[in-house]
C-alpha cells in the first residue's frame, strides 16, 4: 500500500546540484536538482509528490531479518572446536604426532603450537588452515631413548585459544627395532624388495609403499622416481 502526498513549490535558486524550494508558506527546503524536470529555472513553480510505500518497507526489513539470522547462523552460533591428536609413529629418538581435519567454523586459524611436557616448544608448525589441514601430521625430534613425554597443541584463531587433548608416548628402548618403517625406491629386482622385507619383518620393523613422515629410512637402488623425489624433498 502506497500513500501519496502533493506539495507545490517555488524554485529560488540553483546551485551546485541542489535547489532552494519555497513553499506557499515561505518555508525553505534543500532538493537535489537532478530530481527536478528537464528546463526548470529560477521562479518555476513545481509539483511535488511525496509516497510511502509500506508494502515495499516490510519487504525490505523481512530481507534484513532473513540477512541477520543468516548471519548468526554463519558466525554467531559456531565456534572453532578443539583439535584432536593422537601418536602416529614412535621411535627411540623422534615421534610423529596427528589431528584430525581442523574445524574453525568462521574463524581464521592465527597459529598452531606443540607442547611437550607443559612446556611450548620451538616446533616448526603449519602457518595455514589449508596446510594444517593437507599435513594433518608433524614430527618432533630430539627425544631421549625410553623415556615418556606428554604433548598437547595450542590452536590460536580469531576467535580465541584452544587446546587439543593431551597424549602420552614412550620412545622406544635401543633393543627396540619395532619403530623402524622403510620405504622402497627403485631396486634392481622385485626378489630384492622381498629378501630386505624379510629381513624387516625379523626385526620386527615394517614397511610402506608411500614416503611419510612416520619412515626411518628410504631404501632404493637408483636415484630416480617419484619416492625418491619425495624422500629428498
Known amino acids: 500500500m502506497t500513500e501519496t502526498r502533493s506539495a507545490q513549490f517555488t524554485v529560488g535558486k540553483l546551485d551546485a546540484?541542489?535547489?532552494?524550494?519555497l513553499t506557499e508558506?515561505?518555508?525553505l527546503i534543500e532538493f537535489p536538482s537532478v530530481l527536478l524536470p528537464r528546463g526548470v529555472v529560477l521562479g518555476s513553480v513545481v509539483n511535488i509528490d511525496v509516497a510511502r510505500d509500506r508494502d515495499t518497507e516490510r519487504r525490505q526489513r523481512s530481507e534484513f531479518r532473513e540477512l541477520q539470522e543468516q548471519i548468526l547462523e554463519s558466525f554467531g552460533t559456531r565456534?572453532?572446536?578443539a583439535p584432536v591428536i593422537?601418536?602416529?609413529h614412535t621411535t627411540q629418538t623422534w615421534a610423529v604426532l596427528e589431528w584430525e581435519p581442523l574445524d574453525l567454523a568462521a574463524a581464521e586459524l592465527r597459529?598452531?603450537?606443540?607442547?611437550?611436557?607443559g612446556q611450548r616448544m620451538m616446533q616448526a608448525m603449519p602457518a595455514t588452515a589449508e596446510l594444517a589441514n593437507?599435513?594433518?601430521a608433524v614430527k618432533t625430534t630430539g627425544l631421549d631413548v625410553g623415556q615418556t613425554y606428554e604433548f598437547k597443541v595450542e590452536m590460536r584463531t580469531s576467535a580465541g585459544t584452544f587446546f587439543s587433548n593431551t597424549v602420552s608416548l614412550t620412545t622406544h628402548a635401543l633393543d627396540n627395532l619395532t619403530g623402524v618403517r622403510v620405504c622402497f625406491g627403485e631396486c634392481e629386482s622385485q626378489d630384492e624388495i622381498d629378501a630386505l622385507k624379510d629381513t624387516l619383518r625379523r626385526i620386527g620393523a615394517s614397511w610402506t609403499?608411500?614416503?611419510?613422515l612416520s619412515i626411518t629410512h628410504f631404501v632404493a637402488r637408483y636415484k630416480s622416481g617419484a619416492g625418491?623425489?619425495?624422500a629428498l624433498r
Open 25 to 27: 508558506d515561505y518555508q
Open 209 to 212: 609403499d608411500s614416503v611419510s
Open 111 to 117: 597459529s598452531l603450537h606443540l607442547y611437550r611436557d
Open 17 to 21: 546540484g541542489m535547489a532552494l524550494l
Open 86 to 88: 593422537r601418536v602416529g
Open 79 to 81: 565456534q572453532p572446536q
Open 228 to 230: 625418491y623425489e619425495a
Open 134 to 136: 593437507r599435513t594433518r
